[in-house]
């Protein structure tokens, strides 16, 4: 799994964060060279590549939604939207299938969108599933059922089968819901569901058309 540059590892995801955006690392054309490179080695079926991260890495998961749609296929961002600015500049090659994971009490990416230190907007989870939702053209209305603290919506069908969903997870952290704790102070994950093989079910039910 690449697991991006400097001393903390991070991605550059547009205006935000870490080393990786400060320094202005081409992370979208290593991703498209990584792809490139393991298909020259290894057996990879081009209508199945997809992009998942954590944090930081969802927030570089929406970039390569909005850069790289001709390459992957899905992607699942978990913890984190995008920033503004970066959000209106997306113009993604095609409708592409999206599914989002995200606790209402996660502080250092907050549900409803915040300030950064750096005086950039996070964008409400809200706003980041209307985004897709208008641009996939999905129905307005969602089909939502919910399960102890977990709200699903699920929107389809939308264009060229390209889904958006939702599992919100009512007062979960910063965290992978089904995995392990970033640390004691960013909280414990969700144990109701697991975001791994949910998303992985919708990877395998949404290949490039």
Known sequence: YPNGTGSTKSWNGGHCCGEAAKNNVDDIGFVRALVEELSGLINIDPKRVYATGFSNGAIFAYRIACE??????????????????????????????????????????????GETLAGYQFIPVSTAIQFWVDYNGCPAQPQASETGSIHHDLYSPCSAGADVELYTVVDGMHAWPGGEAVNQKMGEPTDEISASALLWEFFAFHPMP
């Open 68 to 113: 790289l749609a001709d390459l992957v296929a899905a992607v699942a961002p978990v913890s984190a939207t995008q920033i503004l600015d970066d959000m209106q500049a997306c113009q993604p090659a095609r409708p592409l299938p999206l599914i989002h994971f995200h606790g209402t009490a996660d502080q250092p990416n907050p549900y409803d969108g």
